[in-house]
């Protein structure tokens, strides 16, 4: 493949790894006398600070870390200039975009998954995301931008800190490293006023791959607008490309660097903030959680820190607490709230423990879900309600965003039950906050955006998508119905949502478009998938027993027989997710029947979950 040759980003790789080793020595030694500036965890000898790691983690890392040197003192890496820069263009680079998330393979030895986050590609997609920065941030040369980093507990993480710090500080940005830390964190660092901590910083870098297998990793980007949205994730992997080749061109040292590298105990400051607005919301009582008994499930992912640092400051009992330590392999389960042996694995805590409620994250906690006392499950639709249900107390007749896959019976909890407004917009986290956002830019006020999925933003934290706050918001009610003599632990939370209705059946069937089929003669899957989705549409319109929803933004949605599916496009792979609804198992094989009769005639789609779904049982 032709590598990709062009414009190669200003002020990239200005000074000497020596110069860099002296000036982050002296700067260190300063700042780490400052609050919250302190040594992370070293990482020596390939092994992860802050956990236990197994023979196979060992393995996977091994490969990557035999240059890297003691964290303290030394950032450039000598011994990565042996590292192969294998030829890649830009299309390559494309491929890493998700949505608005970059993702990849950042460790071997899964078969038919070559490593495409190689160092060197993650040094040229942090220099260009800088690159990017100084564009828009049109700061003049006499400030110095700040980049924050941080990590979840993937086994790849400080490989991959350490290229996108090289990658930044040779752009002549200085980085600041957050070790441990939670997407929403990082977002929050930007707006952070805080000077003592290098706060706010300009631009933020979560690496996360969610709750994708241990061999991923990925990065989330931020400035004080949001995340960075699709637009802006595709201009900045077309200059890593243009980067990168350069590195074929000139060679790759991964040791030449220009500002300054500092570390950075930012999570302190975040969750002091969570644990301040409970109190706040319970009247400024010091421990508001005296004696209730909350059991968190971190799944081995970045989110352990909130039963020590969140739950036990307000006085709940966090014992019974599980999967709090980070570890890269997920060895329990998937750090997953919309994943059933997830789910079953917090409820089964709670009930055990007898507690009174039960909290689990996914990996970089912009996601969670709650579970009551009786083992009820607040998660999907269930979890929508109850939040709108509060946010509704607090906003009467707000409009609450969320995402397409939402049942009938939340939008007419929401409307009927709760005096709001439903607008079931599109699947994506991104999508639904960009949209709660848009809505209030013209007049119609949207307090809430969330997603089945367990994505939610509250415009009262600045649209960020954060599963640790929206906890605190399930815990500030627990606090002040306690405040006010209630004293019946969770039920507060489970009256909330009584009077939304359930379907008995509620499934989502993927359906997989063959990339490589004959069939798709060349066109993209989207092309593909979109004609799938018109040739539905078409042939819904003259059954009787189906209408469309009048209102719809993705996909094909229709409502018949008590219930109703919805056929759409996934945001990022070559699926065609099927959500059915139902409420009874023969009304959603009827449903299902339907979907499957107008899909036939595409042979490039892999309907068999759909066929085993409609089997006879
Ligand atoms: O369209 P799908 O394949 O169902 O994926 C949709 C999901 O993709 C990502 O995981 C986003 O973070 C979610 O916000 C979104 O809901």
Redesign the pocket.
């Known amino acids: 493949m032709a590598a990709m040759s062009g414009k190669i980003v200003q002020n990239v790789f200005i000074a000497q790894c020596y110069q860099q080793n002296r000036q982050f020595g002296t700067q260190y030694q300063r700042d780490s006398r400052a609050p919250y500036l302190r040594t992370l965890p070293p990482f020596r000898g390939g092994k992860l600070a802050w956990t236990g790691i197994s023979s196979m983690q060992m393995r996977n890392l091994s490969k990557y870390q035999s240059g890297f040197v003691n964290r303290g003192t030394v950032y450039c890496n000598a011994a990565s200039s042996a590292t192969a820069v294998p030829s890649l263009d830009k299309a390559d680079f494309l491929k890493l975009q998700n949505?608005s998330d970059i993702r990849g393979v950042a460790v071997a030895g899964v078969e038919g998954e070559p490593v495409s986050l190689t160092e060197p590609v993650t040094e040229a997609i942090a220099a260009a995301f800088a690159a990017w920065l100084l564009d828009k941030k049109k700061v003049d040369a006499s400030r110095r931008l700040k980049v924050s980093i941080g990590y979840d507990s993937r086994i790849s993480a400080q490989m991959l800190q350490d290229a996108v710090s090289r990658g930044i500080a040779g752009a002549g940005l200085d980085v600041v490293q957050y070790g441990l830390a939670s997407t929403p964190a990082m977002f929050n660092s930007t707006l952070t006023e805080y000077k003592a901590i290098l706060c706010p910083v300009d631009g933020a870098i979560m690496i996360t791959a969610?709750h994708l297998p241990y061999n991923r990793n990925g990065f989330k980007f931020f400035t004080n607008a949001g995340g960075l949205g699709k637009a802006d994730i595709k201009d900045i992997l077309e200059r890593a490309a243009d980067i990168y080749s350069n590195f074929l061109t000139e060679g790759y040292s991964g040791k030449k660097a220009s500002a300054s590298v500092q570390k950075v105990d930012y999570m302190a400051v975040y969750t002091s903030d969570l644990v301040k607005a409970v109190r706040k919301a319970a009247g400024n009582i010091e421990k508001p959680l005296e004696g209730f008994h909350i059991i968190v499930d971190a799944g081995n992912g970045a989110g352990g820190f909130f039963a020590a640092k969140v739950l036990e400051p307000l006085g709940a009992i966090t014992s019974g607490s599980q999967f709090l330590e980070p570890d890269g392999m997920f060895p329990n389960h998937i750090p997953n709230p919309e994943d059933k042996v997830a789910m079953k694995a917090i409820t089964q805590a709670v009930l055990d423990n007898k507690a009174d409620l039960g909290i689990i994250f996914d990996t970089d906690v912009d996601r969670s879900a709650a579970v009551d006392s009786t083992g009820r499950e607040f998660n999907r639709n269930r979890l929508i309600a109850l939040v709108s249900a509060i946010v509704l107390e607090e906003h009467p007749g707000t409009t609450i965003v969320t995402?397409s896959v939402t049942s009938d019976g939340l939008t007419s909890f929401i409307e009927k039950k709760l005096g709001g407004k439903h607008h079931r917009f599109k699947?994506?986290?991104k999508n639904v906050i960009d949209e709660a956002m848009r809505l209030n830019s013209v007049g119609e006020e949207s307090y809430l955006a969330i997603?089945t999925?367990g994505?939610g933003a509250l415009k009262e934290n600045h649209w960020l998508d954060d599963g640790a706050y929206l906890m605190v918001k399930l815990l500030n009610k627990l606090a002040s119905a306690r405040a006010s003599g209630r004293d019946d632990g969770s039920k507060v939370l489970t009256d909330l949502v009584e009077g939304l209705e359930e379907p008995a059946i509620a499934v989502e069937l993927r359906l997989k478009i063959n990339n490589s089929h004959p069939d798709l003669k060349g066109g993209s899957f989207r092309d593909y998938g979109e004609a799938v989705l018109k040739h539905l549409e078409d042939s819904i319109a003259s059954d009787p027993k189906l209408q469309k929803a009048p209102v719809n933004y993705e996909g094909v949605r229709v409502s018949g027989l008590g219930g109703w599916f919805l056929l759409r496009l996934?945001?990022?792979?070559p699926?065609l997710?099927l959500n059915i609804e139902a409420p009874s198992r023969e009304d959603a094989v009827k449903l299902g029947l339907e979907v499957a009769a107008a899909v036939k005639k595409f042979p490039a789609l892999d309907t068999s979950a759909l066929d085993k779904f409609v089997q006879p049982q």
Do not use: A, I, T
């Not at 996934?570 to 792979?573: E, T």
């Open positions: 949505g969610s995402d699947r994506g986290y997603e999925s994505h996934s945001l990022h792979d699926v997710p």
